[in-house]
């Protein structure tokens, strides 16, 4: 791999470096990252139906409440419900949603509210124009140039952990970058999330998956962050996924999930997985309609458990394979439904959770283009929280060290191209027009040279040279570039600080979690 490839490591939370003209070979240093840990839409979303057809896509989803229901498998959260109005026969787990109730108790949801890191400089506010970058999660497996596709295991973890530190971009980590599944179940929480806390200084995610790993990741998040319980429950500094049992089902585990989360006053992401054709009804009008009816349950039973628990409806409709039954993602119909899913989240003044998402079973040019098309979607639909925003591959099946890297590169120019442009008296360059006759150049004008450096987004991965110069530096692909990037960033990775008396505590947490067994497990 020629220096020049792995010299290319653009914008990221340490001092990072970029080229310089076509083919010049001079290295440069480039402006901080830091204006991206806050970004926010410029543009009015985009609908993707009329307010009639808005209108008639949300009635189908109260009548799917008032006349179907959803079966709740949890007794306690059926018993809140009951409380709450819902219509809830003894002996039956489905229960019934009167529009009324639903509509009302949603009121409370907050529109707009922050989620903290241990470092406030990383606090992420979430709804109205702000939008919001995690790392990939939860895949079971990981892939590189070198090691090929393999099971997730803990020294992977930690290495996408610390990649998740290294780039400004990279808001958060959505869960664990890949499923250590060396580590036993029963304490895999444990170590994933002293890890997190550790190895980055961004907020995190726990899993819905028992009252124990909830309950250990908000202890987990406080202690981190060195604060009390009354503080943490004024400022929420955890979020969870919960997703309902598409068609129509919310288990055990996310019920108890949303109890422990929202009772705290901690975030929780509420995300149907309907896949229409599979999952949910083949169009995208009635998967969205389904996807709809789960959301609205689930959002509200968070009011029922604390009146302004902070809440986000998640999107995640896209469509199958019919020829294999497998997941697609980055689709027309993806677009479509991520688009519709904004026009509700606006109506009902809730955020939106959405993903950057590809079914590539390899970093190229599908991997690319699904992922394109998803941003473009997320961007255009108000997407405020954007889970797997970096690293997703294979449908989610697996976590790539160079998809991390081609994302990170693609957000950075969501980014850029949500910067405003600049308009001012200086920006107009009028000086300049006039100092350079018919048919000359700027190349050379003042002007330009102050401003050379930093005009345009230098990219991790592009390659502008001309064939030439390409072809005798080895003719480097995307993959290979990507490849040699994210080794130097991992080679670069510092740990941020933590005051050693939160470390000790959070490390006595931990082992004494540990000895009592963490969570119950079957095996």
């Not at 809830?88 to 949603?97: I, L, Q, T």
């Not at 903290?116 to 895949?139: C, D, T, W, Y």
């Not at 006759?437 to 987004?457: Q, S, V």
């Not at 003719?475 to 990037?485: E, L, R, V």
Request: hydrophobic share 40%; proline share 6%; glycine share 8%.
């Amino acid at each position: 791999m020629s220096d020049e490839i792995s010299g290319e490591v653009g914008a990221r939370s340490a001092s990072p470096r970029r080229r310089a003209g076509r083919g010049s070979g001079t290295v440069r240093p480039a402006l901080s990252t830091a204006q991206y840990r806050s970004l926010q839409h410029r543009f009015p979303p985009t609908p993707v139906v009329s307010e009639d057809e808005l209108e008639s896509i949300h009635n189908a989803s109260l009548r799917v409440l008032e006349e179907l229901g959803i079966d709740v498998l949890h007794e306690g959260a059926r018993a809140i419900m009951k409380q709450a109005g819902a219509d809830v026969k003894d002996g039956s787990e489905r229960v019934r949603f009167d529009r009324n109730l639903i509509l009302e108790t949603i009121k409370t949801c907050p529109s707009e509210f922050t989620l903290h890191g241990r470092n406030p400089e990383r606090n992420i506010r979430i709804g109205g124009k702000n939008l919001a970058f995690a790392q990939v999660a939860s895949p079971p497996n990981c892939s590189d140039m070198q090691g090929g596709r393999r099971a997730g295991n803990q020294k992977d973890f930690r290495n996408l952990v610390k990649l998740a530190q290294r780039y400004d971009i990279i808001h958060c980590t959505g869960g664990y970058p890949v499923e250590p599944v060396d580590i036993h179940a029963s304490v895999r929480h444990l170590e994933c999330l002293r890890d997190i806390a550790t190895l980055t200084d961004k907020p995190f995610h726990v899993y819905s998956l028992g009252k124990e790993r909830n309950q250990d990741g908000i202890e987990i998040a406080r202690i981190a962050r060195g604060i009390s319980h009354e503080q943490l429950e004024r400022e929420p500094s955890l979020f969870s996924i919960i997703n309902s049992n598409s068609p129509r089902k919310l288990d055990i585990p996310m019920m108890q999930g949303i109890i422990e989360m929202s009772s705290r006053n901690q975030i929780i992401m509420l995300t149907p997985f309907t896949l229409a054709g599979a999952m949910a009804p083949v169009t995208i009008a009635g998967a969205v309609v389904q996807q709809n009816a789960e959301a609205l349950a689930g959002i509200a039973f968070t009011q029922m458990v604390r009146k302004g628990a902070p809440v986000v409806y998640g999107g995640f409709t896209s469509n199958v394979d019919m020829k294999t039954g497998a997941p697609a993602f980055g689709t027309p119909e993806y677009m479509k439904a991520v688009l519709l899913g904004g026009q509700l989240c606006r109506k009902y003044g809730v955020p939106y959770r959405t993903s950057n998402v590809n079914a590539a079973n390899t970093v190229d040019a599908q991997a690319a283009y699904e992922s394109v098309f998803s941003l473009w979607a997320l961007t255009q639909g108000g997407g405020n929280f954007i889970m797997h925003s970096a690293g997703w591959l294979e449908g989610g099946l697996t976590a790539s060290f160079e998809k991390f890297i081609l994302d990170c590169d693609l957000l950075q120019m969501v980014a850029e191209f949500l910067t405003p442009l600049d308009t001012s008296e200086p920006a107009l360059a009028l000086d300049a027009i006039g100092s350079v006759e018919p048919g000359g150049h700027y190349f050379g004008t003042a002007h330009t040279l102050e401003r050379f450096e930093t005009a345009f987004y230098s990219p991790l991965i592009s390659d502008w040279r001309n064939f030439e110069t390409w072809q005798e530096a080895g003719s480097p692909t995307a993959y290979q570039k990507a490849n040699a990037i994210w080794q130097k960033e991992l080679a670069a990775y510092e740990r941020p600080p933590m005051d050693p008396a939160i470390a000790e505590e959070l490390e006595a947490f931990v082992a004494k979690r540990t000895e009592e067994g963490g969570a119950p497990t079957d095996f």
